[in-house]
């Protein structure tokens, strides 16, 4: 057995200490043959570990030839383990061959562009900027190492291939050792909506900015405006100064206060970090959230590229060879498609929802043919395709069958259904015109998005104001199924709250609260009813919290949101000046009038009816002559709808007393005396 080394220096120079050595031909001659021995013993090292290393990978080879069931993977991860070689998806190997890459590191970044291209099809423009983006402090260098090594904008619309592109870089540049990592961190700042929520963002902020690699930020108009402004300081310096000291324990940032904290944490820095903040907006977009000072400090601004006709179809046939691919893999099925699969697919292809909508389309043929495979006991093993009047059919057992027709129908609202239960409320003739004609506004919207013009979206806010009782929550009702009817809405529900539901009880409590609400609310109609009690002067700074946060929701939810506002007339006018942008943002301002003596008496008469009951012809005169009288009376606590509604269940309950006393009478027939109404001195009906 060889010896090692420290053996072989004792062997040269002897065990004991000494402080000084004297250079003589004898000693010369000494290390002369020390060395000699020192590289001996290094070669029979050498020889050793190269000899341990063969018998090992004979082993591994000895393994494989004896069970292909083995997983060799996980094998040779376990060996790489015990030999020093790192995971996490990088060996120590891999992490030597990127410092042995003899070009400069800006050189490197030519070996991106096919990659990108290969997986991102039609954005060729748009890629190249994002190269360069990512290019330029390597040819410019940065500030510091501890700060931002470039910031960004990248944006256009969604599934535009934003965030892949981002990932495919990182992970090459780590492969060609410009970064420390291929991992990208993502904050959405959509979790951060309130105040209350500073601790956590921090918290997450720190932790996403150690790797060093690339931050992503996402979701801004979402985020609270102070961590915006604090994102917009860390991109200008590379550095967050925090307001208090913190200190990590156990994954968690703890105020450290005054104390004498080892390690504590005062700052954040961008360690070196991309900063990329990713949205469906531009600049001016950008700059209204966190102003132009932090626009300027972007070194680069990438935007998407618009998709053309030839790059749709190459995605179209792309998405159909994984549907096919997932298909066989999955369902046992073959799928054979005619020569126009691809423009079938591009067809799918939305510039309003970007990749979305054909990634949809493809989930949904694949859900199609699942459920035809759940249905029959032996299903056929080649499916074959074809394409007419822009559907896509199987021959299934036979029969040629739209494959869209085999999916479990979704709710859409029944649009005759609900203009009939809006026919059928009693008065309210032009609020029902404005909310119908919503509908030709959405069609001739969608007709001129298909055809690539410019669409006008129509803020579809509105606030309701009259008196109680005069069909606003009713309506608002109607307006919710109506717009998810016709396509508007995603959801169709509506979601009724009053202050209590918004307003929180203790500081930092009303944004989420709020938020929270507003969450529960999107794809349909947000209602709030005395929506006036959210502002009670500028002293309530819990009310104001609320309005401010409802306009942001709003905002950030445009196209699949409606709130609607409800209460008295002046009360809401007052309500209106609270903030700024509530004005601008309820164009639709629609007064509700006080019923009349006649729309009261019908409402009366289908309330009996909708119970079983009918009235007389001289109970129906009666209420006419009595409703008549209290609505001339304008009084806004008169009740309207709910009036008639009291109307008719004291009658009720009169009529059941009466039938006792004459068991021989009609059970189903409301007569004037069954009704309250006392007769004053001059003959007229008096007021309950």
């Excluded at 409606?562 to 700024?580: C, D, H, K, P, Q």
């Excluded at 007064?591 to 003596?597: K, R, V």
């Amino acid at each position: 057995m060889p010896k090692d080394i420290d053996e072989l220096l004792r062997d040269v120079f002897g065990s004991g200490k000494t402080s000084s050595y004297s250079i003589t031909p004898k000693t010369a001659e000494q290390y002369k043959e020390g060395g000699k021995k020192i590289g001996e013993g290094i070669d029979a090292l050498e020889k050793q570990q190269n000899a341990l290393n063969k018998k090992l990978q004979e082993q591994l080879e000895e393994l494989k030839k004896m069970s292909g069931d083995l997983d060799m993977d996980k094998i040779q991860k376990e060996v790489d383990k015990d030999f020093g070689v790192g995971s996490s998806g990088k060996t120590q190997k891999a992490a030597a061959e990127k410092v042995q890459d003899p070009r400069p590191e800006a050189q490197r970044f030519g070996d991106l562009m096919p990659v990108l291209t290969d997986q991102l099809i039609g954005q060729d423009h748009f890629l190249k900027k994002l190269i360069i983006a990512f290019k330029r402090p390597f040819v410019t260098g940065w500030d510091s190492p501890n700060g931002v090594r470039n910031a960004m904008l990248v944006y256009g619309r969604s599934n535009s291939g934003r965030h892949t592109a981002i990932r495919l870089i990182a992970e090459k540049m780590a492969q060609l050792g410009l970064l420390p990592t291929g991992e990208v961190q993502v904050l959405d700042l959509a979790l951060y909506p309130g105040q209350s929520e500073e601790r956590l963002f921090l918290q997450d902020l720190y932790q996403a900015l150690l790797p060093g690699g690339v931050l992503l930020l996402d979701h801004y108009e979402s985020c609270h405006p102070a961590f915006l402004q604090q994102l917009g300081e860390l991109i200008c310096t590379g550095k967050l100064n925090l307001a208090s000291r913190y200190v990590m324990q156990k994954g968690h940032l703890v105020d450290a206060g005054t104390a004498l904290a080892t390690q504590a944490i005062g700052s954040i820095h961008a360690n070196g970090s991309y900063i990329i903040i990713v949205s469906e907006k531009g600049r001016e977009g950008l700059a209204g959230a966190f102003g132009a000072k932090v626009v300027d400090a972007l070194g680069d601004h990438c935007q998407t590229d618009p998709l053309k006709q030839e790059d749709l179809e190459k995605i179209g046939g792309i998405r159909f060879a994984k549907l096919a691919e997932k298909c066989e893999k999955q369902l046992g099925f073959t799928l054979k498609a005619p020569e126009n699969i691809n423009k079938h697919f591009a067809m799918q292809y939305s510039p309003r929802a970007g990749m979305g909508d054909m990634l949809r389309y493809e989930d949904d043929c694949f859900q199609a043919l699942a459920q035809y495979k759940l249905e029959k006991e032996s299903p056929a093993q080649e499916v074959v395709l074809s394409v007419a009047d822009d559907h896509l059919y199987a021959v299934l057992d036979g029969a040629k069958t739209d494959l869209q027709s085999l999916l479990p129908a979704g709710y859409r609202g029944e649009l005759d259904a609900v203009k009939a239960e809006m026919d059928k409320i009693v008065g309210l003739k032009e609020i029902k015109q404005y909310i119908l004609s919503l509908e030709d506004n959405y069609k001739v919207q969608e007709m001129r998005r298909e055809k690539g013009m410019k669409t006008g979206s129509v803020s579809m806010h509105m606030i309701f104001t009259g008196n109680p009782g005069t069909g606003k929550t009713t309506i608002a009702r109607l307006v919710s199924k109506y717009l998810k009817a016709i396509g508007v809405l995603s959801g169709g529900q509506l979601v009724e709250v009053t202050r209590a539901d918004l307003v929180g009880k203790y500081v930092g409590h009303t944004a989420p609260l709020t938020m929270q609400v507003i969450k529960s609310a999107i794809g349909g109609v947000l209602f709030i009813d005395e929506a006036y009690s959210l502002y009670r002067g500028h002293d309530d700074s819990f009310g104001l919290e609320a309005i401010d946060t409802l306009v942001k929701g709003m905002e950030d939810n445009r196209d699949d949101l409606i709130v609607i506002l409800a209460g008295y007339t002046r009360e809401m006018e007052v309500f209106l000046t609270a903030n700024s942008g509530l004005r601008s943002r309820f164009p639709n301002i629609i007064e509700f009038p006080d019923y009349t003596g006649e729309e009261l008496t019908q409402i009366a008469e289908i309330n009996a009816s909708s119970k079983g009951y009918r009235l007389t012809d001289e109970a129906k005169n009666a209420l006419l002559d009595y409703f008549s009288i209290i609505q001339a009376m304008e009084d806004q606590n008169s009740g309207n709808g709910r009036l008639a509604r009291n109307v008719i269940e004291s009658a009720i309950l009169a009529q059941a007393k009466r039938i006792v006393r004459e068991p021989d009478a009609p059970l189903d027939l409301l007569e004037k005396r069954d009704f309250d109404l006392f007769e004053t001195p001059e003959g007229e009906p008096d007021a309950i």
